[in-house]
Every structure is written in C-alpha cells, then in structure tokens.
C-alpha cells in the first residue's frame, strides 16, 4: 500500500484550492486600491499565490500520473481507468478518461494560460487574473473530495479501492490489492484520446480569456482597451476549440462505430454551440477593431461563450443526459457543485453587463448595406440562431429534471431521428453562413457601392451558378435544400478566392479570414457530398417481406458472409476470410488459426511459419505477443474493374465493457468505402444432436452438403493430457471437408486406456462440425463417427460509401492554415 | 433604424419557428397502451417505450427470435404497466441485447409489432458486475 503518494496528492490538492483563493483574495485587493504602491504589493502577493497555485496544481497531476504509471492499484482511480498492460501512452490518456483527470487537464492549461497572461497581459493582469482565480477555485474544488456539513465538495482521485468499493474482502484483508486495473475503456483505446482531449480542453480552457477580459473591462468601467489585446487569444480559442471538435469528429468516424462524423448526440452539441458563438464573438471584435462599433455586442457573445462552455460542462458531467448521450462522464454526484459554478458566473457577468449597459460606447449610427460589418452583423446573428437551434432540444433532459423538481413527469423525449431533426434546420443555416461569409468578404474589402455593385459580385455568382448546374447535372442532386447549399457553398469559396488572389494577395499576412471561410466552404460541400450522398453498399434488396403484417418489403441494411463463401454486393464481390490477429513487431495480420493458445491469453505460438513478404518473419514454434481483445475479420472486395482490395474491421471483446467494433475503411480520392462488421459468430456454438456415419478409410461421405474424405488414420505416440501405458492405443482418424475455396480439417481421436475405451472429438468451428469417433469395426477397415454441425463461422456486416469526405478534411486543413495566419498577423499588430 | 427592425423581427420569428418545431418534433416516453392507441388514430410519430424483456418462470429470456437471415430480430418487451408487446427490429441482434436490465425501443406500431427504428439499452453498470478477483 502506497498510502503516502496519495495523501500528497490530496495535499497538493488542498494547496492548490487554497492558494487560488489567496490569489483570488490579493488580486481583488491590488484592482481595489487606489494607491499605486498598495496596489503593486497586492499584485506581487497575487501573482506570488498563483504561481504557488500552478505548482500546486502541477503537483496534483504528476502525483496522479505517477499513482497510474506504477499501477497503484490500491487507488480507485488507477484501478478503475487504467491497468498493466496498457502501453504508456494509454496510460496518459487514461489520465483524462475519468471525470477527476479530466478536471485537472483543464485546471492545468487554466494554469499555463494564467502564466502566460501574467506575463503579457501589462495593466490589464488584476482584473483579468481576478477573474481567473476564481474559475480556478471552482474548478480544484471539483476534485477537492471533503465533507463539510455532510455535503461532499468535489470528488478526489485519490480515494483508496477500499473506501469506494463495497467488497467482503476488505473486511478479510484490508491490505488487499488487485491485481489488475480494468482498463482504460476500449472504446478510447486510440491515439485521439492521446491528443483529442488535451485539445480539447486548451479550448474550454482558452474561452476564459475573453471573458476574464470582458469581466474585467466591465469591472473596471474601461470598455475599449481590452478588446484589441483580446483578439489573438480569440483567433486561438476559436481555432484550438475548432480543431479539437473536428479531431473529435475525425476520431468518430475512423474508430468509434458511430456510423459517421458527426451524429448531434448531447454531447457533440454542447460543445459545438459554444464554438458557433466563440466564431461569433471573433467577428464582432473584428468589426470593432476597424470600425470602433458592436461593442455592447461583443460583451453579449464573448460572456455567451463561456457560460455556454460552463453549461456544456454541467450537461456532460451532471449525469443528466442519461441515457440520451453515448459518451457522456459517468456521474460523481457532482451536479449541486456544478450549478453554483454556472450560476455564480453567469449571474456576475450578466448583473455587471446591465449594470454597465448604459455607460459602454454605442455609437447611433444606421448601417449601410454597402458596408461589410453589416453583412457580418448578419452572419452573427446567423450563427447564434444556428446555436440556437440546437441548444433548445438538446436541453430537453434538463427541462424534464425541472419539471420533475415540480413534481410533474414531463414524458418529454428527445427528437427520434436527431441526426434528421436537426440537418433539416442546421443545412439553412450553413447555406446562410456561406452566402453571408462571401458577401461581407467582397464589401470587407472592397470599395462597393450602388454604381459597381452588380460587376463586383455578378463574376462570383455566376461563376458559382455555373459550377452547381454542372455539378447538379453530373451527381443528379434534385433536393432544394441541397441544391442551395451547394450553390452557396460554391459562391463562398470562389468569391472568397477572387478576393485571396487579387486583394489580400498582395498582403499575404491578410488572406487569414479569406483562407479560412474557402476553407469553410470546401468543408460543408464535403459534408453535403459525403452526408447528404453516403450510400449503403451491403443493402440487401431481395424483395423479402418479414412477415405477413407488413406489406412493405424490409430493406435490410446488413449482409451476413459465410467463410469462404462469396457474395455480390454492388459491383463488388465479398469474400469472409477468416478471423486474424495482430501480433507486436509482425506487420500485417496473421491468421487466427496459424496460432496456437496457450495459458496466458497474451501469448500465442506460431502454428506454422509466418511470412512477411518472402521472408520468413516468425518461426513454426515461435512465441508471438497479441492483445486478445482484438479479432479482425478480414473481408476480400473484389470488382469488375479489377480494384481489388482487403478490409480488417475489428471487434473488441473487453470482460467489462463488451464488445466495441471498429470500421475499416478504403480510402480512395473520391470516395470512402466505410465498413464494419455488426454481428459476429458466437465462439460458444449451438451443436445438433449427433448423428452416427460408418465409413470406410479411404472413402467419401458427406456433411452439411460438403464432400467429406476420411483421408487416412495413424496410431499416435502421444496425447496431450493423458500418459500412454504400453498396452494403450490411441488412433487418430484424418478427415478433410472439401470447401470452395479451402478445405477444412478434422482429426478426431480414438483411446483405449486399459479397459476402458474413449473418444476425443475435435471440432472445426470455421466449418461448423463436431466429430467424434463412435467405434472402430476392424473387420470391414471402418470407423463410425458421431457427427454434430452446427453454422460455419459467418460475420455479418454492413458497407457505406462516403462520397468526396476528402473535400471535408481537406476543407479542414485550409481553415487551420487560415486561422494560423490571421493568429501571426494580429500577434505583429499586438507587438507594435 | 428600420433595416435593424425588419431584421429582428426576422430574428424573433425564426427563433419562434425553432421554438415552436422543437416542441412539435421532441418526441415522448409513453407505453405501449398510449403507442398502441396513437397508432389506431394515425399518428405516425416516433415515440419511446421503456421496459424490459420478457423472461419466463426460471428467469431466462424468452420469446427472442432472430429472422431465417440472422439480419433482423424480434423479441417480447415487457412494459412499465406490465404490458407484453411483440418488437421488431430490423437490425442484427444487438450482442448485449440479453444482458440488458433495461430497453428503450424507439419507433412506432404497425398492426400488432412495435416497429423499432432504435434500440437503447441499460445494462448493468460495470461497477454492479465487477468482482475484485
């Protein structure tokens, strides 16, 4: 028992809880005085406490690495989230899986930021950091884990397996430390949980920045200053927390088994509105920087953001989804806590905006439609009706939990199809978006009025309307919706490419905002192409009515493959070949069946010789190390044109979590063929009742419609568990099944062992049979077998297309360039 | 200040539009009773019953029954007011269909069978299964 490393860890927790409030305390003082030198002192003890804080806080993380890296099981944490065999880098995502962790990756980059803003953030450092303290104070007393008035304060990762789990064996053995963790979930057993949530949270954590600013500013009764250094820190915010939902959204459809992208699950949705209204409060600090108005609106978006990442955070970590998200945190009882921290902020920015609504600078003055802040004023209010749109229905839970704190059973449930419900608004709104962003870029820009209007954006649009008709005529688009989207989309990227080429060319240092929304527009079209135009492959329209009630035929969406037997699908045809694994330093999959158990299921022998390439790479023998929990089905596409290819969808069976599969994907330039398997063959099978067949050696029967040869038997030396006297006899008998592509083998084995004879079946489970050996009849050279069958080993699986999804990631990466170079050109202008 | 007006009201009704079809489209959780009785009006809307899988007297699953192609399943569900209803649902059975303590079924009742366009299931959470050793 390592009782000391934990008792640190929640030292270090209580130091950093306290320090922050310190902090908090010094640096409410250092903005409250009105002496310069007071003032100083104060700061000093300030920014003294939240570097004390910071280490306190880094503490608290590597006591936590460390109690998972030696796989301190005694911990609840480690046990629960992590376990011996995960290689380090899962380790540090199990760091995060756990709503603790995760807590404290947030604090971290909170402390990282805090530092850097100490450093740079000259006279605006009291108010700003005054705010952040107490985020930050809020945010340790998640995991602060005391009692006070028999009310818990946070939940520490720290707590002993003895003291959360209710178990007999530590009545017996308080001592007593299991031997494994269970393991990081494994589902997140992939790199993006290395790199996705840290992402992630440098995004929740930067949206404080802003609002510590806008708090301040309001605080401190300077409503102008703050916005131009606040700038950068919103280019970064907007683009960290759009990377990170994107690498959300990427990991999703590589790995997760969520069908797609994106799928408006609560907790996609909590995070993606924040973001709409981050885009948005960029903007508005845009127009304010060039043309000194939309402040009043900037304070409403900016403080927006950030309590909508704190109800983001209550939603996903108050266990108030329930059952209507696939991936939110397992609760902590943590929703009382969670609540003071959403109220106690939106309350004081709020009640300070209005109380400072009248004295913020808000020039009168009517907005030209020539100008460009009026076209982006539009596209704001755009982005916060999207927000808008999805915030409402996916509050559906909370509104149920109210009405049940009234006492009154809502029965309210989330839309059915919610990918449908919200498409069917969200398409709108993109459209919208990509016509403003086009607009307001060529009036941003350029000198537009009544006289040259119509020159100046009569190239783009017909250049677009070109482009849809040809695209609608080659793809056959007819729906409205997606005829719209995809003119706007096209005019947004060529409007905004004239402008990248002709005016912010001359200036690259400009292009950001032009890169980013071609970036914009070359993602929705991917999303239009890939989503609106995915198509099921494995879609099984064989007329097959499922009962007699309904008259409609029942497309089946899935295709069950038998091994070895093909099957068209589409212009393709589907092989099943067999279950593989993959082995530690072997390339490529190796056959199930080339390995042979043994009793540590992380240990297989090499069967036969295992080549890579023309080289032998494992010896016949050889010991090979494998994760169990993964079997991948490998499955042969074949087509008329010739392309054919190998697909390895996996299947992840954890004792504690079940089964998780995994796609796998052909990736071509136009088009993804997106493939999972959905069910799989039970290895425990249902036999038949056996059947008795005598047949001669050397001769033919059949099983299950297969030609059957009993090829030849032999005596054998040995038989693995049981010693051979000198009187006893063992026979093996040779049987091979015929199969259309590969021939399936079976040696059943006979024994007499002094008096008593025995038989010892052996099974085939690709073919699906059982054969024993019933009786040897010497004097006709025949053997009865005891045959039982049960199904040859099948998948079932299901195929989507995804048509131009590289248009998306590729859309992707022009918008990451874009916001880069528009964070380098604001970060010169700052320096200045 | 007209332009501004004419877009806030534009605001104000699209905001309602969003309020108004959230409300129409949230769908609910009823038993099979209300579904049963939304289906004979004609009402096609999607909605969630929650229950449980028949089990007979020994406590095993019953009425579980996979279609000739193995590509769809239909089971026996047993409601909050105890009511029993045949589901379909055209999907391969789910692997942890049989160790549910509790289902969602979402969709709507064609004839005499729940149609289930989405199954949720509830099953026991992994800290209730797991033994220390």
Known sequence: MHLFTGNLGHLFVIVSFVSSLFAFFSYTKSIGSVDDIKSGKWKNNGRFFFILHGIATAGVVSVLFYIIGNNYFEYHYAWSHSSKYLPVYYKIAAFWEGQEGSFLLWALWHVIIGLVLIRYSKT????????????????????????????????????????????????????????????????????????????????????IVPFAYAVGSLWMKQYEGWVRATIPWAIITTGILGIGILMGAYWAYETLNFGGYWNWDPVENAVYVPWLLAVASLHSMVIFHKKGTSLRLIYILVIST??????????????????????????????????????????????????????????????????????????????????FQVIIPT???????????????????????????????????AAALLILSGTAQSFWWKRINSKNLFSEISIPVTIALVAAIVMMVIFRISSVPYILLLTAGLYAAVSNGIILIKAAGKKFSFSGGTLAHIGLAFMIIGILTSSGYSFVISQNTTGMMYSKSFPDEINKENLLLFLNEPRQMGKYQLTYEGKKVKAKGVKGYIAR???????????????????EGKEVKVRKGDTLEINPENTYYSVYYESDDGLNFRLYPRLQENPNMGNVVSPSIRKTVLQDIYTHVTVVANEERVWSEPYLEEVEVGSSFHIKDHVAEFTGMERMEE?????????????????????????????????????????????????????????????????????????????????????????????????????????????????? | MKKMHIIGIIIVSVALTIILSTAGDA???????????????????????????????????????????????????????????????????????????QVVIIGSFRDETFVADKILLKCPSKYQEEKLN
């Open chain 1, 306 to 387: 950030f309590v909508l990442i704190l109800y983001s955070t209550f939603l996903t970590r108050s266990g108030i989804l329930g059952n209507t998200s696939v991936h939110s945190f397992t609760d902590l009882g943590l929703s009382g806590q969670l609540l003071v921290y959403l109220f106690v902020f939106t309350l004081v920015a709020v009640i300070l905006l209005i109380i400072r609504w009248k004295q913020i600078p808000a020039p009168a003055r009517e907005l030209s439609s020539y100008s460009g802040e009026f076209w982006i004023i539009l596209g704001i209010l755009t982005l916060c009706l999207a927000g």
């Open chain 2, 27 to 101: 769908s609910s959780y009823v038993t099979f009773a209300e579904a049963m009785k939304m289906a004979r009006e004609g009402n096609k809307k999607k909605i969630h019953v929650v229950g449980t899988l028949k089990k007979d007297d020994q406590g095993n699953f019953t009425g579980i029954e996979a279609s000739p192609d193995r590509l769809a399943v239909s089971f026996i569900m047993v409601d909050n007011n105890s009511e029993e209803r045949k589901v379909f649902y055209n999907e391969p059975m789910p692997p942890d269909l049989l160790k549910s303590e």
């Open chain 1, 124 to 207: 605006w450092e009291g108010p700003v950091m005054t705010i952040f303290c107490l985020v930050q104070a809020f945010l340790i007393s998640m995991v602060l884990g005391i009692m006070i008035f028999d009310y818990k304060i946070g939940s520490s990762p720290f707590l002993l397996l003895r003291d959360v789990m209710e178990d007999p064996i530590f009545a017996i053995n308080p001592e007593f430390l299991p031997a494994d963790g269970t393991g990081l979930n494994p589902l997140l057993q992939n790199y993006w949980m290395v790199i996705h949530p840290p992402t992630l949270f440098l995004g929740f954590a930067l949206t």
């Open chain 1, 593 to 611: 069946n080339s390995v042979a158990s043994t009793s540590d299921p992380r240990r297989v022998i090499a069967k036969v010789d295992i080549l």
């Open chain 1, 719 to 832: 038989v693995e568990g049981t010693e051979l006297g000198e009187n006893d006899v063992a026979v093996k008998a040779r049987v091979r099944i015929l199969g259309h592509q590969t021939d399936f083998y079976v040696e059943p084995v006979y024994l007499i062992k002094g008096n008593n004879a025995g038989q010892i079946p052996a099974e085939n489970l690709d073919f699906g049979v059982k054969i024993g050996i019933d009786k040897i009849t010497p004097a006709s050279n025949s053997f009865t077998f005891s045959i039982s069958t049960s199904d040859k080993d099948y998948i079932i699986l299901k195929a989507v297309v995804k048509p131009l999804i590289n248009i998306l990631w590729l859309g992707t990466l022009i918008l990451v360039a874009g916001v880069a170079v528009a964070l380098a050109r604001r970060l010169m202008e700052f320096r200045k």
């Open chain 1, 395 to 429: 509050s559906i839970p909370v509104y149920s939990a109210i009405l049940k704190f009234f006492g009154m059973e809502s029965g309210i449930a989330p839309p059915a199809d919610q990918i449908q419900f919200y498409s069917r608004f969200q398409i709108w709104f």
